[in-house]
Antibody, heavy 122, light 107 residues
Framework: QVQLQESGPGLVKPSETLSLTCTVS????????WSWIRQPPGKGLEWIGY???????NYNPSLKSRVTISVDTSKNQFSLKLSSVTAADTAVYYC????????????????WGQGTLVTVSS | EIVLTQSPGTLSLSPGERATLSCRAS???????LAWYQQKPGQAPRLLIY???SRATGIPDRFSGSGSGTDFTLTISRLEPEDFAVYYC????????FGPGTKVDIK
């Protein structure tokens, strides 16, 4: 079955750019939507954005100015960049497959990666 | 943006008891576009329910979802030891938002 694995630095300095990659195994990244979600320590879940394998994207309006999600189908990977980070961006970052209700209408997340903690600190 | 509110914040129950979790939306969620997830400490969320009442693959039938409009419910008919966790609802009728979660802990 499809499995996802996040990778990237666990520590990022304030004002710098957070960069993470999600590797998809057990299936092709093609024909699906893929998403990033984050969870600050001890808090709830926040959707960051999603990308179609073709490269089209949609971002959470609250983060849109700082987020870029890209895809590399040759490596079966997609990536997240979040610029100008602050301590408020400290969170566990999850990647997940986003299932669609119907064409281009986002639905639910399944499966999820195990998550990676990113701490923003100098 | 549709804001989801979950209640109670914490539900203290014993194994074998019935758990009823509520998720309320600030406006009607179109076509019952609501999902439920279970999250255990140190783990990623796991999909339980989508479309308000459809169980995901491999989810035991003691988990059931119901509701429409602004009021949705997740019911666990008889709590097993592995069901003590945090449960989140998520709507996808208008963008994508999550509720704050309900913790089900052992009484």
């Amino acid at each position: 079955q499809v499995q996802l694995q996040e990778s990237g630095p666990g520590l990022v300095k304030p004002s710098e750019t957070l960069s993470l990659t999600c590797t998809v195994s057990g299936g092709s990244i093609s024909s699906y939507y893929w998403s990033w979600i984050r969870q600050p320590p001890g808090k709830g879940l926040e959707w960051i954005g999603y990308i179609y394998y073709s490269g089209s994207t949609n971002y959470n309006p609250s983060l849109k100015s700082r987020v870029t999600i890209s895809v590399d189908t040759s490596k079966n990977q997609f990536s997240l960049k979040l610029s100008s980070v602050t301590a408020a961006d400290t969170a566990v970052y999850y990647c997940a497959r986003l299932l669609m209700v119907y064409a281009h209408s986002p639905g639910w997340f399944d499966p999820w990666g195990q998550g990676t903690l990113v701490t923003v600190s100098s | 943006e549709i804001v989801l509110t979950q209640s109670p914040g914490t539900l203290s129950l014993s194994p074998g008891e019935r758990a009823t979790l509520s998720c309320r939306a600030s406006q009607s969620v179109s076509s019952s576009y609501l999902a439920w997830y279970q999250q255990k400490p140190g783990q990623a969320p796991r999909l339980l329910i989508y479309g308000a009442s459809s169980r995901a693959t491999g989810i035991p039938d003691r988990f059931s979802g119901s509701g429409s409009g602004t009021d949705f419910t997740l019911t666990i008919s008889r709590l097993e030891p592995e069901d003590f966790a945090v449960y989140y609802c998520q709507q996808y009728g208008s963008s994508l938002t999550f509720g704050p979660g309900t913790k089900v802990d052992i009484k």
